[in-house]
C-alpha cells in the first residue's frame, strides 16, 4: 500500500547546471523538493515509484539503474534512477523522471530500490488511477515520487501566455495536494489542464488512485509561478 508521497514540479531548471546563472531564483523551490523527500525517507518504503509525464516515447515503466542526460538543454550532466543494476534499459528516461532522479540523487537515496513510469499526458482520469492503484499493490510499503508541473499560463511570458482561468486551476491542484484529497485530484479537469499546458494533472492522478483508502495527511510546502508555470510540492504520509 502507499506509505508516503511527494510531489515536486519537474523543469530541467530545478538543476542547477542547467539554470546557471539563474540557479539561485529556485532555491526556494528546490529546498522544498528536500523536504518532501525526507518525507519519503522517514517512511521507510520498500519501494520506490517515480512518476512523471512523457512524450510518446518516454511512456512506461523504467527499471533501477536507467539512466538519462541532460545534453538536450545544454548541459554534459548524466543521471541515474538508483542503483547501477544490470537490468536498466538502454531507453533513457524522459526529462521529468531525469528531474527526479537529479532529485534523489542530491538527496542521496539510498532507503528502498527505485523505479520510474511515465505517463502520457492525454492518459484519462480513470486510467491513471488504475495505474495507480495497481503501483500501490507493488509492495507492502510503496512511495511515490510524483513529478509534474501546474499551467504554464499565468503569465503574459508564460510558454502557453496568459489564461485567465490559469491561477483559480493552480489553486485548486495545490488545495487537493496540500489536503492530500484523492478525490479532488479526480476532479481537476483533463480537458482545461491540457488547455493549460498542466503536465502535472495525469501523474497527479495515478497519485490519486493509489493514495485511495491509504489515509494520507498532506501538507503543502511550495506554491508558487516562477516564469509563469505553476510549480507545487507537497508531501503526504
Known amino acids: 500500500m502507499l506509505v508516503a508521497a511527494a510531489v515536486c514540479p519537474c523543469p530541467p531548471l530545478l538543476v542547477p547546471e542547467v539554470a546557471a546563472g539563474a540557479a539561485p531564483e529556485l532555491d526556494t523551490l528546490r529546498d522544498a523538493c528536500a523536504d518532501a523527500l525526507g518525507v519519503l525517507a522517514a517512511a521507510r518504503p520498500d519501494l520506490l515509484i517515480v512518476v512523471g509525464p512523457a512524450d510518446r516515447p518516454g511512456r512506461g515503466p523504467y527499471p533501477e539503474g536507467t539512466t538519462a542526460t541532460f ?102 491542484a495545490a488545495r487537493a495536494l496540500g489536503a492530500a484529497d484523492p478525490d479532488a485530484l479526480m476532479a481537476l479537469d483533463e480537458a482545461l489542464a491540457y488547455e493549460l499546458k498542466a503536465a502535472g494533472r495525469a501523474p497527479w492522478q495515478v497519485l490519486a488512485g493509489a493514495a485511495q483508502g491509504a489515509g494520507l495527511a498532506g501538507r503543502l510546502l511550495y506554491e508558487d509561478a516562477p516564469y509563469g508555470v505553476g510549480y507545487l510540492v507537497a508531501a503526504w504520509s
Open 71 to 172: 545534453r538536450g538543454f545544454g548541459v554534459d550532466l548524466g543521471v541515474r534512477l538508483g542503483r547501477d543494476l544490470a537490468t536498466a534499459t538502454d531507453r533513457p528516461l524522459p526529462p521529468s523522471l531525469a528531474v527526479g532522479a537529479w532529485l534523489l540523487a542530491r538527496a542521496e537515496w539510498a532507503g528502498a530500490p527505485v523505479e520510474g513510469l511515465g505517463v502520457g499526458e492525454p492518459l484519462a482520469a480513470d486510467r491513471c488511477t488504475s495505474a495507480g492503484r495497481d503501483l500501490a499493490g507493488r509492495a507492502d510499503r510503496v512511495a511515490l515520487l510524483v513529478m509534474g508541473d501546474g499551467s504554464a499560463c499565468r503569465t503574459l511570458k508564460a510558454p502557453g501566455y496568459l489564461d485567465e482561468r490559469a491561477e483559480a486551476f493552480d489553486a485548486a
